[in-house]
């Protein structure tokens, strides 16, 4: 009786539930909530703390569920003051994207929207094609970037504000035709250019969602400016906007003539005192294999061997590992990768080194890094870190508060653990170059149950 019970708590009952659809056979397969939450589904994207997305593949078509779990506060305050008026996310997105149809715009057509308590549902049919951040990964495409940049910034200056536009929220089909899809956000506003604010977001929304493909410098300043003066910016507004911009990829700038070999000179005195706080957490075994990424010009190599460890380099940009072998007399093997995602297979050296790297990503993408890592080594990782309680990183902070981009990402030694405990590593050492002052730190993990595996 109380499993049944249970179950029957399971079963939910919709406040409201409207179909928009004539079709006959999405009235029956979407009836009411309650059959539309029964049906199989596949997860369409990381979930995050608020939102869901269930794509939900039927014998007529393939279908996209947007389950918000509640409605911020802030997100409230918006919808009831702003249009187009809505009371949560899901009846947002709808109002949002009925405003572009009826203006002409392709995005999502509309099925179905429905409430059950704090939750906010919204039904929704597949877009034909595939996102621009697919298309980017098969091919850097010049005019088709222009083509986008366009689109997006006449949409926003026709009054459709969509702060999360990114390269995963623009769709091309066969045909060229764009569309835009993720709308909850969107407010409907008159005609005009786009505020600044609204600029801020959107460049770096697409700006982040680029992170794992390297877009050429020029490309993404083309993107970036043809999207603002679409966007009815005026050339003054466009340079602060453009000047405040945090780079669109770390790995591409050093491919400039004479950016690698000036890295691999610069401050010799500060790399020796690095080498000193490495040499303090190292938990590395003679004969062990080291995956140095990014490993640069190759400035840990001379190190590494010396501690008669077997050492593959890797790095993103290509002009490093040139000028890593360059330098040194004694190759090791070298691969161009991207530090998110490792090309290697689990378990497949026994640590990896991640030096002076983690503090150019934002959060999220230093937490994919870490990940890599740590499914990479068989026993330890050691990363280096900038910490958020220091002068140096209160400087950045300041600097931040006038408009200057953010380059540079602290976190503390707390997050890092957590981060690493996830994928079952536990701190061995750390170090501080002079703590609360500078903000460069060190810290080596090792995994909790190493299991023994064939050396690499």
Same mark, same amino acid.
């Given at each position: 009786?109380?499993?049944?019970?249970?179950a029957?708590?399971?079963?939910?009952?919709?406040?409201?539930?409207q179909l928009?659809?004539d079709?006959?056979?999405?009235?029956?397969?979407?009836?009411?909530l309650?059959?539309t939450?029964?049906?199989?589904f596949?997860?369409?994207?990381?979930?995050?703390?608020?939102?869901?997305?269930?794509?939900?593949?039927?014998?007529?078509?393939?279908?996209f569920l947007?389950v918000?779990?509640?409605?911020?506060?802030?997100?409230? +305050?918006? $919808? &009831?003051?702003?249009?187009? =008026? /809505?009371?949560?996310d899901?009846?947002?997105?709808? #109002?949002?994207?009925? !405003?572009?149809?009826a203006?002409g715009?392709?995005v999502?057509r509309?099925?179905?929207?429905?409430r059950?308590g704090?939750t906010?549902y919204y039904?929704?049919?597949?877009?034909?094609?595939?996102?621009?951040?697919?298309?980017?990964?098969?091919r850097?495409?010049?005019?088709l970037?222009?083509?986008?940049a366009?689109?997006?910034?006449?949409?926003?200056?026709?009054?459709?504000?969509?702060?999360d536009l990114?390269a995963?929220?623009?769709f091309?089909?066969?045909?060229?035709?764009?569309?835009?899809?993720?709308?909850?956000?969107g407010?409907?506003a008159?005609?005009?250019?786009?505020p600044?604010?609204l600029?801020?977001r959107?460049?770096?929304?697409c700006r982040?969602s680029?992170?794992?493909v390297?877009?050429?410098a020029?490309?993404? +300043?083309? $993107? &970036?400016?043809?999207l603002? =003066? /679409?966007a009815?910016c005026?050339a003054?507004?466009r #340079?602060?906007?453009? !000047?405040?911009?945090?780079?669109w990829?770390?790995?591409?700038?050093y491919?400039?003539?004479?950016?690698?070999?000036?890295?691999?000179d610069?401050?010799?005195?500060?790399?020796?005192?690095e080498?000193?706080?490495?040499?303090?957490?190292?938990?590395g075994?003679?004969g062990?294999?080291v995956?140095?990424?990014?490993c640069?010009a190759?400035?840990?190599?001379?190190?590494?061997r010396?501690l008669?460890?077997?050492?593959?380099q890797?790095d993103?940009?290509?002009a490093?590992?040139?000028?890593?072998?360059?330098?040194?007399?004694?190759?090791?093997?070298?691969?161009?990768a991207?530090?998110r995602?490792?090309?290697f297979g689990?378990?497949?050296?026994d640590?990896?080194?991640m030096?002076?790297?983690?503090?150019?990503?934002?959060?999220?993408?230093?937490d994919?890094?870490?990940g890599?890592?740590?499914?990479?080594?068989?026993?330890?990782?050691?990363?280096?870190?900038?910490h958020?309680c220091?002068?140096?990183?209160?400087?950045?902070?300041?600097?931040?508060?006038f408009?200057?981009?953010?380059t540079?990402?602290a976190?503390s030694?707390?997050?890092?653990?957590?981060?690493?405990?996830?994928h079952?590593?536990?701190l061995?050492?750390?170090?501080?170059?002079?703590?609360f002052?500078?903000d460069l730190?060190?810290?080596?993990?090792?995994r909790?149950?190493?299991q023994?595996g064939?050396?690499?």
């Amino acid at each position: 009786m109380r499993q049944a019970l249970g179950a029957a708590r399971l079963v939910p009952v919709a406040d409201s539930w409207q179909l928009f659809s004539d079709d006959a056979a999405e009235q029956r397969t979407f009836a009411d909530l309650a059959a539309t939450l029964a049906l199989p589904f596949a997860a369409a994207g990381p979930k995050n703390r608020n939102r869901s997305v269930r794509r939900i593949a039927t014998p007529h078509g393939v279908y996209f569920l947007k389950v918000f779990t509640r409605t911020q506060w802030k997100n409230r +305050l918006v $919808f &009831a003051t702003t249009a187009p =008026r /809505a009371r949560d996310d899901a009846e947002r997105e709808r #109002r949002v994207t009925e !405003a572009l149809r009826a203006a002409g715009h392709f995005v999502p057509r509309p099925v179905a929207q429905g409430r059950d308590g704090p939750t906010s549902y919204y039904l929704c049919a597949a877009l034909p094609g595939r996102s621009l951040l697919e298309c980017l990964r098969e091919r850097i495409d010049p005019v088709l970037l222009r083509g986008v940049a366009t689109h997006c910034g006449q949409t926003l200056a026709a009054g459709f504000w969509l702060p999360d536009l990114s390269a995963e929220h623009v769709f091309v089909d066969d045909e060229g035709d764009q569309y835009l899809l993720d709308l909850h956000n969107g407010r409907v506003a008159p005609a005009g250019p786009a505020p600044a604010w609204l600029l801020r977001r959107v460049l770096r929304h697409c700006r982040r969602s680029v992170r794992d493909v390297a877009v050429p410098a020029q490309p993404a +300043l083309q $993107f &970036a400016v043809r999207l603002l =003066r /679409a966007a009815g910016c005026g050339a003054a507004s466009r #340079r602060r906007l453009l !000047a405040a911009q945090a780079p669109w990829a770390t790995a591409t700038r050093y491919d400039a003539p004479g950016k690698s070999s000036a890295y691999a000179d610069r401050n010799p005195t500060r790399h020796a005192r690095e080498l000193e706080l490495l040499h303090a957490v190292w938990p590395g075994r003679a004969g062990e294999s080291v995956l140095d990424l990014p490993c640069g010009a190759g400035r840990l190599l001379p190190v590494l061997r010396a501690l008669d460890h077997r050492v593959v380099q890797a790095d993103g940009a290509l002009a490093m590992l040139q000028e890593a072998r360059r330098r040194h007399d004694a190759i090791a093997p070298a691969v161009c990768a991207d530090a998110r995602a490792f090309p290697f297979g689990d378990r497949a050296v026994d640590g990896v080194v991640m030096f002076r790297f983690l503090h150019h990503l934002p959060n999220d993408a230093a937490d994919l890094a870490i990940g890599e890592a740590c499914r990479v080594a068989r026993r330890f990782v050691v990363v280096s870190f900038f910490h958020p309680c220091s002068l140096h990183h209160l400087q950045r902070r300041v600097r931040g508060w006038f408009g200057a981009p953010p380059t540079r990402f602290a976190r503390s030694l707390g997050a890092l653990r957590r981060r690493f405990a996830r994928h079952g590593f536990t701190l061995h050492a750390q170090r501080a170059q002079t703590p609360f002052v500078r903000d460069l730190w060190l810290a080596s993990f090792v995994r909790t149950l190493a299991q023994p595996g064939p050396s690499a």
